[in-house]
């Protein structure tokens, strides 16, 4: 008969891995997708090319004669590499990449066609903007948006299903001017960042400043599953997680996968994403097998944070791609699997400059390195201050289920220093301002370290926000999130900071103070203030989230219900505002589109469960049950005895999963909320809660039916079999 479990896990023990490619070497493959700088360079007359470098580093408009000539190389080249398409690639809200394609060909009034790509279309294209979540600025404005190049990042061109495609990096702005996406409030918080540091600097006495950028190298987990798994499994081909399946015998608890053998089939995955990453110019470092079984890990090298944030995007892409061409489905979503290690995304993020270097660098005396204490100390008081706001940005339906649980980096954002730096804010502390030196420092005991021994962090894994040697690695954000949202936050809160200091050092320093001194006041003044947000302790356990809350004052913020209304918060709209990052119209229009997000997607996996319990999980049960009391009278006729604690067990789990299932359906009928806040908490809590009943149920019926009528694929088959 047809059993599509059993066809699944023949399918996979039969698969030979996709043949390797031969192997190139770097330099043939390094950015061969590219138009980069050196490409347009080579092949723009010299005044256009000078025009376009200029554009790129003022952040100005193309002029549209320059254009026309730079689209037409584009094309040239893009020709040349077997493009027939080009696409406005943007960033909307959602967390993934769009893209609006159209062909190059263009039909001439004779009846010839010719390929046809002009300064106008490369500049400017009109996506469907209805399509794209707006928010607020859906109903205020005008719902079509436009997108626009984005000179600073290059044009590339990748195979899709559709052939090869020109894409080019965009924009997507409102016609009103608002953004739609998440890179314009990305670029925006760079602005503001280097604003504010660079003032820092001249007030700490640097003579020349170069722009200041923030830097990001982005750790990305994944599970790879075999498609023949995933394709009888509507929970992961539709909402990316197992809604059912009873933990394996074999878990995670046994650690040889972690950087264990990695199998050849997923060797043979990872050398075609690398070579990918390579031909479009990203740093692919390291590969590794994760904790959980199943589980995959990839990390480029650090890149500036807009250039890093496009390949973050494309590196997900890529992903997705090259997995269903070797067979398997990648899963994003941050805990596909109950009960086994969830992904997250470790943002690793520091801020720097060509003259001055890695801003967050301390050297090896960092008491006395200013500059670094000035921009630790700017985190330090941001993180505190805005501790909800980063809580926010990482708030997703999926995310949730990592936060919160006690194997992630908890919902109550702290920052993680280690002892040595740590120690050194706490001397900071208690110096008097007035006469605090240097020195003093020294005194009071900094000395017993003499050098500064980087730490790597991973002393302290249970911090969702920790110093790690020369950058901050905010370990909280989730697997499929963009790294923007968390980006634009620390870059923003930084700039707030930093903005705040030299605000205090200016006016200390011009009436005669000091600058030492000065800047040690400050500190001494952020710590006071902002200094119960160090921690260095176990933040999974239950005494932190005790203390956190009511000895520090700490938000905890569950789950996104609770985390997201902090975008609607005056001193939120007021950061965005006076940085210039998102008018409040901006910041409502995240709100309303991350909000409506979560309602969704908690509202898809709810329906599945429905679904799934109901046409899949029931009937098998059922089937069991009919079985057993078949055997029970053939028995009886025959006058054997016959134990009916099986039965009677089944069949008590399969009522307690009608009446759940029942339950959930009946509660997803309601559809009047007062708010968008108390819709999100209704399917926070009610319709969650529901869902984990139903999956009670289930998972203990999986234990006690017949594995032949087993219909969903179990956890060993699809963690285990590769
Ligand atoms: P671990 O697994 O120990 O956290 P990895 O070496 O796997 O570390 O990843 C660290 C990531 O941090 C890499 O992407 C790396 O390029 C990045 N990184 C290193 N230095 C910086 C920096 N100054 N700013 C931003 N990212 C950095
Ligand atoms: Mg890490």
Redo the contacts with the bound molecule.
């Keep these: 008969g047809y059993e599509p479990r059993t066809q699944a896990i023949y399918q996979v023990t039969h698969r030979d891995p996709v043949p390797v490619k031969p192997p190139e070497s770097l330099q043939d493959l390094w950015a061969t997708d590219v138009f980069s700088l050196s490409k347009m360079q080579a092949c723009l007359p010299k005044s256009v090319f000078k025009s376009l470098k200029e554009t790129i580093l003022s952040d100005a408009k193309l002029d549209p004669a320059a254009a026309d000539v730079v689209a037409s190389a584009m094309k040239d080249w893009a020709l040349s590499k077997g493009a027939l398409y080009y696409a406005h690639v943007f960033y909307p809200m959602t967390n993934g990449t769009a893209e609006k394609h159209d062909g190059f060909i263009s039909v001439q009034s004779d009846g010839t066609v010719i390929s046809e790509f002009s300064g106008k279309t490369l500049i400017k294209g009109e996506p469907d903007g209805s399509s794209f979540p707006n928010g607020g600025i859906r109903s205020t404005f005008e719902a079509r948006g436009y997108t626009a190049w984005d000179v600073t990042s290059p044009a590339y061109v990748m195979e899709t299903d559709n052939g090869v495609t020109l894409c080019i990096p965009t924009v997507f702005v409102s016609w009103t001017g608002e953004a739609l996406d998440k890179k314009i409030p990305l670029l925006r918080s760079i602005s503001a960042m280097n604003k504010s540091a660079t003032k820092v600097l001249k007030l700490l006495g640097c003579n020349e400043v170069s722009r200041v950028n923030s830097?990001?190298?982005?750790?990305q987990e994944y599970f790879l599953v075999d498609t023949a798994f995933a394709n009888t499994r509507s929970d992961l081909l539709l909402a990316g997680r197992t809604l059912f399946g009873k933990p394996p015998a074999k878990g995670q608890q046994f650690d040889d996968h972690y950087f264990g053998a990695i199998p050849e089939r997923v060797q043979v995955f990872m050398q075609e994403v690398e070579r990918s990453m390579y031909r479009l110019g990203i740093p692919a470092?390291?590969r590794h097998n994760e904790v959980a079984p199943g589980q995959f890990e990839i990390?480029?090298?650090?890149e500036a944070a807009d250039a890093a944030a496009d390949h973050q995007q494309l590196i997900m892409t890529i992903l997705r791609n090259t997995a269903k061409r070797h067979g398997f489905v990648c899963l994003l979503h941050e805990k596909p699997f109950a009960g086994i290690n969830g992904s997250g995304k470790?943002v690793?993020?520091?801020v720097?400059n060509a003259t001055q270097g890695?801003l967050?660098d301390p050297g090896d005396q960092p008491h006395e390195n200013l500059q670094f204490l000035t921009f630790c100390g700017a985190i330090i008081r941001g993180v505190h201050k805005y501790g909800p706001l980063m809580r926010a940005v990482i708030a997703t339906a999926s995310n949730d289920h990592r936060l919160g649980a006690n194997e992630a980096p908890p919902a109550i954002i702290s920052v993680y220093l280690g002892s040595q730096l740590e120690d050194v804010y706490e001397q900071i502390q208690k110096c008097d301002v007035t006469g605090c030196k240097p020195g003093d420092l020294m005194d009071l005991g900094v000395e017993s370290v003499p050098t500064f021994m980087k730490d790597?962090g991973?002393r302290n894994r249970t911090s969702p926000f920790a110093f790690?040697g020369?950058?901050f690695?905010f370990r909280a954000v989730g697997s499929s999130q963009s790294v923007s949202g968390p980006l634009i936050a620390m870059n923003t809160i930084l700039a707030d900071s930093l903005d705040w200091i030299a605000n205090k050092l200016e006016s200390q320093v011009s009436s005669g103070a000091d600058l030492k001194a000065s800047v040690y006041g400050i500190l001494k003044e952020i710590m006071d203030e902002h200094g119960g947000v160090v921690f260095g302790g176990n933040g999974y356990s239950e005494e932190w989230h005790k203390m956190a809350v009511e000895e520090r004052g700490l938000a905890n913020l569950p789950t996104t219900a609770d985390a997201l209304p902090v975008l609607k918060e005056k001193y939120i709209e007021e950061l965005f505002e006076k940085t210039g990052v998102l008018s409040p119209v901006e910041l409502e229009s995240r709100f309303e589109v991350y909000s409506e997000q979560y309602v969704l997607s908690v509202e898809v996996e709810a329906n599945l469960v429905v679904d799934i319990a109901k046409t899949q999980i029931y009937p098998a049960a059922v089937k069991y049950i009919s079985d057993l009391s078949a055997t029970a009278s053939s028995l009886k006729e025959m006058g054997i005895e016959f134990n009916y604690s099986i039965a009677k067990k089944v069949a008590s789990l399969v009522n307690g999963l009608s009446e759940s299932t029942q339950k959930l359906e009946d509660a997803l009928d309601k559809e009047e909320f007062s708010s968008m806040e108390e819709h999100m908490q209704y399917f926070a809590q009610t319709i969650r809660s529901l869902m984990d009943e139903v999956r009670g149920y289930a998972d203990s019926l999986e234990g006690e039916v017949a594995d032949e009528l087993w219909p969903l694929p179990k956890y060993q088959e699809m963690l285990f079999i590769k």
């Design positions: 830097s990001c190298g982005a750790e470092k390291t990390a480029p090298i650090f470790h690793n993020w520091s720097s890695n967050l790597s991973d790690t020369n950058r690695e």
